[in-house]
């Protein structure tokens, strides 16, 4: 054979593969009865915005085993691929780049196409989807209007986090530590119109995740993103201004602690609030400069800060005024953006009543104490007791909340809440580079839907995209200006366009049926391959884009559209990639484009190298050594497939290999089909060709080389093709998955013979994992073989792994 050849080798099987149309699946015909034995493997598409990094290496190659694996155990594979390439991302590298958005993602879709042919994904390329084509976002648009229809989308003022350098609205996903998430700007707080989903509607049922098979981290954080809790509306009322201000707090059994009150500086209520106080300058200066950053502001050991508004409110309970303040502790996103601040038994309410030397008044305390310690006692327990709250006090504190709460409710001051910390969805954007919403704002008939038929609002080429703080589109009047649908009036279209996470929250959707011409997709297609069965992605992804995607999910079926409210049955997140110990990312410049490793190594040591480095949900760190180990691992492979093919065969011998090849089958089989344990099949396989290396003449050293061909195949399909061509086979990719003959088959136990003094005593059933200290301690434990020890002293133990112990007395 000639010499192992990447570079040789790896063009020409992808190019069979594409001739064969290996990995393309057509769609069922209509009527055709569901496929219990579909797979909908995917991986999140990727931004378009440069070229790709070894942290999309991982995931679609991951995606690559999966799918390999699935279509050779007998499967209906479908494995789409398309390109999230509207929005900030690509059109931030639009800017960088100096060119137009158009131009450049296009560019970039193209060359990252081209290195995924290159890196052999399997990947049914005649699906392929581009969010920031018309006819896919056509479909987008057409979903808006369904769910403005729907009632599931709608407008209104609102406070928003700005960023100024990119000169748009960002989600509060988006604001880490008051900076933008994206370009690192201070956010600040705006007042606008915008446009919002109504996530909130779903809020309970996003909270089920019965019947899904995602890590437990994952649910965890949708559960804290969505944030539902249990406790009480109470109203303080400000009467000089004939206001009700609600208040959503899980501890009503402190109201009568709460000795001032505090709104978000956000909160709509704050100017009028303010409005002729001596303190209104100081107020509103003090909301200009806070905005953004919920992490940082609801830090407990951050300095207070906030001013008073000049106001009183009724506590409800004691029936005192209280004062009024603004304060950026107080999120909007959380309960109404107010809160009652109980200083005695909240750690953040009672640092800013020492700032601000605000009364603290204790209300609960421990079983049988009069007074607890001063400072942010903060049980709520049968052990608590009420104090210092009128009639309710001496009952333990959660019967106590249930009281004052029924009490309140009376006075109609009260009633029994939840809470989300879910917020509607704003999804639009001021920016240029998205689906343009396809309303229009007209004088006499107001908001009007653009008409189906006159879809898809087409995003028109311009050269000045650059964001200004005003949507770009705005300044194009030929585009902006329109005849109304409904009166035939001059209207003017919608300036601002959605957020790429629109895009992306039904791409999954459209992969069933890509070029529907007549419909987003035909809702028996959906139903036959969804819900994806594998979707495999960054874990940054885990709340917003699969939070979006679920509601989307869920509205859609809602509307008939689908038969399923679940869009994603099996999640996997990975783990960061790092070369050399540090983090790879754009912004510290150490970000190894895989295009140089394929070309240094080619595409299947790579692709080995991805997934043996450790497992594949933690995370990895890369350096040279991993890929030449698996270079090396593919050439070994390579020169002793070569010496059994030309190794004149013995007829005698031989067993041990059969032997090792149907563990090392069970094993791979388990670790990629059920245990997602990547790098372990790998190792197992190295093994099998170790052995295999011994002896390439045993009569079964072929059939042991053709399968760990066979059984490396979904990590290296170049080589695996090449070699099992060698071994005399074609079509490896559409080759049934080897099974293992469970005669051959190791035992997992086996029967441990007990000695005493060379005597059998006893037998009992080991496992062969066993180590040597197990079997003694089992031997010593068996009550023969006490009987017969009789309590004398154990001198010696003499161990035959595998089969006894010798106990010698
Ligand atoms: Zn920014
Ligand atoms: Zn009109």
């Known amino acids: 054979m000639e010499p192992y050849d990447p570079h040789a080798i790896e063009p020409k099987w992808q190019r069979v593969w594409e001739e064969a149309g290996a990995f393309a699946v057509p769609n069922p015909d209509p ?66 780049g100096g060119g137009h958005p158009r ?46 229809e729907a009632g599931l989308a709608y407008r209104k003022a609102s406070p928003v986090n700005w960023c100024p350098n990119d000169q748009t609205v960002l989600a509060n996903e988006q604001v880490k530590d008051g900076r933008c998430e994206r370009c690192g700007a201070v956010v600040e707080a705006r007042n606008l119109e915008q446009w919002f989903f109504r996530t909130t509607a779903y809020a309970d049922e996003l909270l089920d995740f019965e019947g899904l098979q995602w890590p437990e981290r994952i649910v965890a954080m949708q559960r804290n993103w969505i944030g539902r809790s249990e406790g009480a509306e109470l109203i303080f009322r400000v009467d000089e201004l004939d206001i009700d201000i609600p208040v959503f707090t899980t501890r009503p059994d402190t109201v009568f602690g709460a000795t001032f009150f505090v709104l978000a ?34 830090d407990p050991d951050r300095e207070k800060t906030g001013v008073f508004t000049g106001r009183h409110a009724v506590n409800p309970a004691t029936g005192e005024p209280v004062p009024i303040w603004v304060s950026d502790y107080v999120l909007m996103e959380y309960g109404t953006g107010a809160i009652m601040a109980v200083p005695a ?60 709460v029924e009490w309140l409710e009376q006075r109609h001051a009260g009633r029994f809440a939840v809470s989300f910390r879910l917020r509607d969805w704003g999804f639009s954007r001021q920016r240029y580079w998205g689906a343009p919403i396809p309303i229009v ?6 908001v009007v839907t653009v008409p189906e038929a006159d879809l898809p609002v087409v995003l028109p080429d311009i050269e000045d995209y650059l964001p200004k703080g005003k949507a770009p589109l705005e300044s194009n009047e030929e585009w902006m200006r329109v005849e109304c649908p409904k009166c035939g009036g001059e209207a003017r279209r919608e300036a601002e366009t959605m957020d790429t996470f629109v895009d992306s929250s039904w791409y999954f959707l459209r992969y069933c049926d890509p070029h529907n011409e007549r419909a987003p997709f035909e809702r028996e297609l959906a139903d036959y391959w969804g819900p994806v069965d594998y979707y495999q992605g960054g874990v940054d992804h885990a709340t ?49 484009s895989p295009d140089e490793f394929v070309d240094r190594y080619g595409a299947d040591p790579v692709r080995l190298a991805m997934l043996f480095i450790g497992p594949a949900d933690q995370d990895m760190d890369f350096t040279e050594e ?85 059984l490396i195949q979904p990590y290296a399909p170049h080589v695996s093709e090449e070699l099992w061509g060698a071994l005399g086979h074609e079509r490896l990719w559409e080759h049934p998955w080897p099974v293992a003959d469970e005669s051959q088959l ?44 009789d309590g004398k002293q154990v001198r010696q133990t003499i161990v035959v792994p595998g089969r006894l112990v010798n106990i010698v007395v």
């Open 31 to 96: 009527g055709t009865p569901p496929n219990p034995d579909k797979r909908y493997v995917l991986e999140q598409l990727p931004y378009p915005s440069g070229t790709l990094h070894m942290g999309h290496m991982l995931v679609y190659t991951i995606g690559d085993v999966r799918s390999h694996f699935q279509r050779r155990t007998g499967h209906e594979v479908m494995r789409p691929m398309g390109w999230d390439s509207f929005g900030l991302p690509a059109e931030n590298a639009a800017i960088r």
């Open 345 to 404: 038994h909240d750690e953040r309410d009672f640092a800013f009543a020492q700032r601000f030397e605000l009364p603290v008044r204790t209300v609960v305390v421990p079983e049988g104490e009069e007074s607890a310690e001063e400072g942010a006692f903060v049980e709520h327990s049968d052990s608590e007791r009420l104090v210092n709250s009128g009639e309710f006090s001496g009952l333990p504190a959660p019967e106590g909340a249930r009281a004052i």
């Open 746 to 789: 190791a035992r997992e136990t086996f029967e441990l013979v007990i000695q005493v003094n060379g005597k059998v005593r006893d037998r009992l059933e080991a496992s062969v994992g066993d180590s040597e200290e197990q079997l003694v301690e089992r031997a010593l434990a068996s009550e023969r073989v006490q009987a017969h020890l």
């Open 265 to 298: 500086p956000e909160h709509e209520l704050v100017p009028r609030l303010a409005a002729g106080t001596p303190q209104e300058d100081e107020v509103l200066e003090y909301v200009r400069l806070s905005a953004g950053g919920s992490a940082e502001r609801v």
């Open 544 to 592: 917003m884009h699969m939070i979006y995607a679920r509601f989307f999910q869920k509205a859609l079926a809602d509307l008939g559209m689908v038969g399923f409210r679940e869009p994603f049955a099996r999640f996997h997140g990975n783990g960061w990639v790092q070369y050399g110990g540090a983090k790879m990312s754009k912004s510290k410049g150490n970000t190894i």
């Open 103 to 148: 131009e450049m993602t296009e560019r970039n879709i193209d060359h990252i196409r081209a290195f995924m042919k290159r890196a052999g994904w399997a990947i049914d390329w005649d699906r392929e989807i581009a969010a920031h084509s018309p006819d896919y976002y056509r479909w987008t648009q057409w979903l808006f209007l369904k769910l403005y």
């Open 626 to 710: 991993a890929f030449e180990g698996m270079v090396r691992f593919v050439r070994r492979l390579w020169r002793i497939v070569g010496e059994v093919v030309s190794a004149p065969a013995r007829s005698d011998g031989g067993g041990a290999l059969t032997r090792k090849a149907h563990e090392t089958i069970a094993k791979v089989t388990d670790d990629i089909g059920r245990r997602e344990s990547f790098n372990t099949a790998i190792a197992a396989v190295m093994e099998l060709v170790n052995e295999l290396s011994r002896d390439v003449e045993a009569p079964d050293a072929r059939f042991a080389a053709e399968t760990a061909v066979s």
């Open 441 to 446: 704002y007209c004088d006499g008939c107001g």
